[in-house]
């Protein structure tokens, strides 16, 4: 079974009023157009439908491979897309078990989920669950089975599939206005950047250039947040004193100052400002450097 739709779930956006939920839609969907684009990958179209996103492609790893990075995404996972009726739910999910190797020596557990259909997601489990232990002779596990098989029913369509990959959830880039970022040869600077990415601001990268060695560091650690600014374009700056700062500020709308490891205090300016890795303990630091970095 070959999966040819990525579905895609969109993190906290949704609990935002009906306007302000739609502007964000548009963003992610936005932003997600621009990274197949710069990855050039290939898809057909996106349909939106009962608060997910339908990405049909005939690159399924790669899309979800280059998706996973885009803020605002709760999961996604790649599936096979069939009619709605039992017979043909029950087909696809033999084929999809077949193919991960479900068999007498092994378990599994069924997930499914009905949108705007008659059938109830309790008794599609119960009867899909039936079938495929009929025919694999494997036990039903719904606590940790060795493999689990989802499908989710929306109006007549049914998509089947296995893995669930979770998102950097969220808020879209680009639907907080933009905020300066100063970036050092640190990596606790892309860290603090990072998480105020996350939150759906645009940053604009500044590096007090004193030291070349540091300003070539501060720009590779730049670098690093390219992969997460799908629907923007980071420009680092590099500046020779904290005067020019304000400048930018007035140019560039600046809606707040970000600090990691760096301080300065901006002239003449009253912004908020952000040090996100405050609440942060060593562990969780940790966690943070195996996404970023």
Not at 177 to 196: C, F, H, P, Q
Request: glycine letters at 6%; one cysteine or more; proline letters at 3%.
């Amino acid at each position: 079974m070959e999966p040819e739709v990525i579905i895609l779930k969109p993190g906290e956006l949704i609990l935002k009023s009906k306007g302000v939920r739609r502007e964000f839609e548009k963003r992610l969907i936005f932003n997600v157009k621009d990274c197949l684009k710069k990855k050039e990958i290939e898809f057909d179209h996106i349909i939106r439908g009962q608060g997910r996103y339908f990405i049909y492609t005939p690159e399924p790893e790669e899309v979800i491979s280059a998706v996973k990075n885009i803020f605002g995404i709760a999961n996604l996972c790649a599936a096979a897309q069939v009619g709605a009726k039992l017979t043909a739910i029950q087909g696809a999910i033999l084929d999809l078990a077949k193919d991960l190797g479900v068999n007498s020596k092994k378990s599994f557990g069924i997930r499914a989920t009905t949108i705007s259909t008659d059938l109830k997601s309790r008794d599609l489990e119960k009867e899909i669950g039936a079938f495929i232990q009929q025919k694999t002779k494997a036990k039903v596990n719904l606590t940790k089975p060795d493999f689990w098989l989802r499908v989710e029913v929306v109006n007549n369509k049914a998509f089947v599939y296995s893995e669930i990959i979770t998102g950097l959830n969220g808020l879209p880039l680009g639907t907080s206005g933009k905020v300066i970022a100063m970036i050092s040869e640190k990596e606790k600077d892309v860290l603090a950047a990072w998480m105020i990415m996350r939150r759906g601001a645009e940053i604009i990268p500044i590096h007090i250039r004193n030291d070349e060695k540091k300003l070539t560091l501060s720009q590779k650690n730049v670098k690093k947040l390219n992969k997460f600014a799908y629907g923007s374009r980071i420009k680092p700056i590099s500046i020779k004193s904290k005067v020019e700062i304000n400048k930018i500020i007035k140019e560039k709308n600046v809606k707040a100052l970000v600090f990691g490891s760096t301080k300065f205090h901006a002239r003449k300016e009253n912004l908020p400002v952000f040090e996100p890795l405050i609440g942060l303990d060593k562990k969780q630091l940790k966690v943070l450097e195996k996404i970023v970095l």
